[in-house]
Structures are given as C-alpha cells and as structure tokens.
C-alpha cells in the first residue's frame, strides 16, 4: 500500500505562525510550539534475532537509557542543550531539551538477559537473541550501550 503526501504550497496556520512568530520569539510561546518528534523505528527478524534500528542522530550512547522488565523492552533519551551569547551588555541564554520514551512488548521466545544495544552514525541497534520457548523469566535488567 502506497501513500501519497502532497503540499498546497499555501497554510493557514502557517500564514498565522508566520505572523505570530515575533511575539512567540520576544515573549515565549507557553509551550504551544514545543516539537515531540519521536524516532522511527524498524524491525526485523531473523530465525536468531529480532533487530529494532531507531534513528537518532545527533545523540550519544549516554543520552538513552536502555532497559527491560518482564517482556517489555523500554528505549529513552534525554538531551539537553545550553547555547550563550553574548552581545554588549546582555547575555542571551537558550535552552533545548528533548525527550522521549518508546516501549516494544516482545515475544517469549526473546533470551532478556542477553539483549544488547549498540549506537553507532545515529542509529540505536538493539538485537533480542531468540531461544526456544520456555519458562517465564520476570526479572529487570538496564541495558548498557556500546
């Protein structure tokens, strides 16, 4: 199934951002602007593994937190970033933070204790080794990043 995405080339929401934008700029937007953008995400499988590739450029492998518990696998990342400058007398400060979190249930065929992760040209790769089925194992590990 294909989907078709096209652009008028005229908004007007954006004509009204547009115009906006100084007040939003000079007094703040009260949060009305902030972007929550979450990272795409593949996956795939192998008779091995399952393989989840999130896109994440920009990042460092200490900006996520990988972690499991039971069967359900968490991804989270937290960046904040401080510019200054400095003009005459003022000093203007500007702050960016971003963050998100996005859980993956997974099937009981998944070895918990030997899931792996892996950050590398933006990518997060984290591989989940397949086993044959058996018993429950509920407990909770943190992931560490290579």
Do not use: C
């Given at each position: 199934?294909?989907?078709?995405?096209s652009n008028a080339g005229f908004s007007t929401p954006a004509l009204?951002?547009?115009?906006?934008?100084?007040?939003?700029?000079?007094?703040?937007?009260?949060?009305?602007?902030?972007r929550s953008d979450m990272p795409a995400v593949n996956v795939s499988?192998?008779?091995?593994?399952?393989?989840?590739?999130?896109?994440?450029?920009?990042?460092?492998?200490?900006?996520?937190?990988?972690?499991?518990?039971?069967?359900?696998?968490?991804?989270r990342s937290e960046k904040e970033e401080r510019h200054a400058e400095?003009?005459?007398?003022?000093?203007?400060?500007?702050?960016?933070?971003?963050?998100?979190?996005?859980?993956?249930?997974?099937?009981?065929?998944?070895?918990?204790?030997?899931?792996?992760?892996?950050?590398?040209?933006?990518?997060?790769?984290?591989?989940?080794?397949?086993?044959?089925?058996?018993?429950?194992?509920?407990?909770?590990?943190?992931?560490?990043?290579?």
């Open positions: 199934m294909a989907t078709n995405v009204f951002n547009d115009f906006f934008r100084p007040w939003s700029e000079w007094f703040g937007d009260g949060g009305h602007n902030t499988e192998t008779d091995k593994e399952y393989r989840l590739s999130l896109a994440a450029p920009g990042l460092s492998k200490e900006d996520f937190q990988v972690n499991v518990e039971g069967k359900l696998l968490t991804i400095e003009k005459e007398r003022y000093t203007r400060k500007e702050y960016s933070f971003s963050s998100f979190s996005r859980s993956f249930s997974f099937p009981e065929d998944v070895q918990a204790d030997k899931i792996s992760a892996v950050y590398k040209d933006g990518i997060l790769r984290v591989e989940l080794p397949r086993k044959a089925l058996a018993g429950p194992g509920n407990g909770a590990k943190k992931i560490s990043i290579q």
